[in-house]
Nanobody, 122 residues
Framework: QVQLVESGGGLVQAGGSLRLSCAASGRTFSRYVMGWFRQAPGKEREFVAAISSSGGSTYYADSVKGRFTISRDNAKNTVYLQMNSLKPEDTAVYYC???????????????WGQGTQVTVSS
């Protein structure tokens, strides 16, 4: 079992920055692909970014490429999402997820956090 706890959400003006963190329990964090997803009101949950178990590979949704950066610290069992140049359309609940099954970056996520709200005002 893996427990994921997100933090760092909040209210920010357009153009601002936020850094989300996701702390994971357990000793096997370094084996997992980690990802960030988001869900805006009235919309389906969508992929934001993912990082391989070693941190050597990352992948981003086109909507955040160049603005968001995913990273991880396996010694701290934590994955981060640095969000810059935020836009009102980035407003959503952001979820951290872990893929314990395979090395795929877009699919296979079987553990999810509770989410943290990010609100970007115009």
């Amino acid at each position: 079992q893996v427990q994921l706890v997100e933090s760092g959400g909040g209210l920010v003006q357009a153009g601002g920055s936020l850094r989300l963190s996701c702390a994971a329990s357990g000793r096997t964090f370094s084996r997992y692909v980690m990802g960030w997803f988001r869900q805006a009101p009235g919309k389906e949950r969508e992929f934001v970014a993912a990082i391989s178990s070693s941190g050597g590979s990352t992948y981003y949704a086109d909507s955040v490429k160049g603005r968001f950066t995913i990273s991880r610290d396996n010694a701290k069992n934590t994955v981060y999402l640095q969000m810059n140049s935020l836009k009102p359309e980035d407003t959503a609940v952001y979820y951290c997820a872990a893929n314990s099954k395979n090395s795929a970056l877009l699919t296979g996520y079987d553990y999810w956090g509770q989410g943290t709200q990010v609100t970007v005002s115009s």
